[in-house]
T-cell receptor
Framework: DAGVIQSPRHEVTEMGQEVTLRCKLI?????LFWYRQTMMRGLELLIY????????DSGMPEDRFSAKMPNASFSTLKIQPSEPRDSAVYFC??????????FGDGTRLSIL | AQKITQTQPGMFVQEKEAVTLDCTYD???????LFWYKQPSSGEMIFLIY??????QNATEGRYSLNFQKARKSANLVISASQLGDSAMYFC??????????????FGTGTRLLVSP
């Protein structure tokens, strides 16, 4: 079975540019999570969806960040405009019910 | 207050020995789940083991076992017969609440394990 698929694996861009991170859920999973990992703050939950509906976006840093789930198997996390402090590894994870969460391989984002 | 506490920033162990990675948690919810993840240097997050708060027995998965002490609110990960490939960051995480399909996990700060030959 295919796992959670994230793209791109690496992104380097200049500050001010729009960045779009993509995530494909495991088939059959109904919950989708975006995490950000930095050395300073560890793993932080940004937002999570259940059945395509955003449940908790309290972890989203500011209005520059937005996340969507246009269908049951796909999500995007957009940063516009990007800033150097957004540099981090962004993980997408999916789950169903009480089963353990499965993570994608992450997107390593560097904003210059 | 920290929900998940991992007090060991780094641990060293020799190959083939057992190692225990500590994790304590804080919750007033009677229903919760505890997870351990491994993050090797390549960066991906790999699920290792899960313990539910109502599980009667300690979880085991191959060389991984979870020493669940509910009264002490600890969920230590035990890796038996360490291998060089076990060198990685290890994260403890907790899900609070009954099974609602909302799997909001809170992570600890991690422990870096280094296995030496």
């Amino acid at each position: 079975d295919a796992g959670v698929i994230q793209s791109p694996r690496h992104e380097v861009t200049e500050m001010g540019q729009e960045v779009t991170l993509r995530c494909k859920l495991i088939s059959g999973h109904n919950s989708l999570f975006w995490y950000r990992q930095t050395m300073m703050r560890g793993l932080e939950l940004l937002i999570y969806f259940n059945n395509n509906v955003p449940i908790d976006d309290s972890g989203m840093p500011e209005d520059r960040f937005s996340a969507k789930m246009p269908n049951a198997s796909f999500s995007t996390l957009k940063i516009q405009p990007s800033e150097p402090r957004d540099s981090a590894v962004y993980f997408c994870a999916s789950s169903f019910g009480d089963r353990p969460k499965h993570f994608g391989d992450g997107t390593r984002l560097s904003i210059l | 207050a920290q929900k998940i506490t991992q007090t060991q920033p780094g641990m060293f162990v020799q190959e083939k020995e057992a190692v225990t990675l500590d994790c304590t948690y804080d919750t007033s919810d009677p229903s919760y789940g505890l997870f351990w993840y491994k993050q090797p240097s390549s960066g991906e997050m790999i699920f290792l083991i899960y313990q539910g708060s109502y599980d009667q027995q300690n979880a085991t998965e191959g060389r991984y076992s979870l020493n669940f002490q509910k009264a002490r609110k600890s969920a230590n990960l035990v890796i038996s017969a360490s291998q060089l490939g076990d060198s990685a960051m290890y994260f403890c995480a907790m899900r609070e609440g009954a099974n609602t399909g909302f799997q909001k996990l809170v992570f600890g700060t991690g422990t870096r394990l280094l296995v030496s030959p």
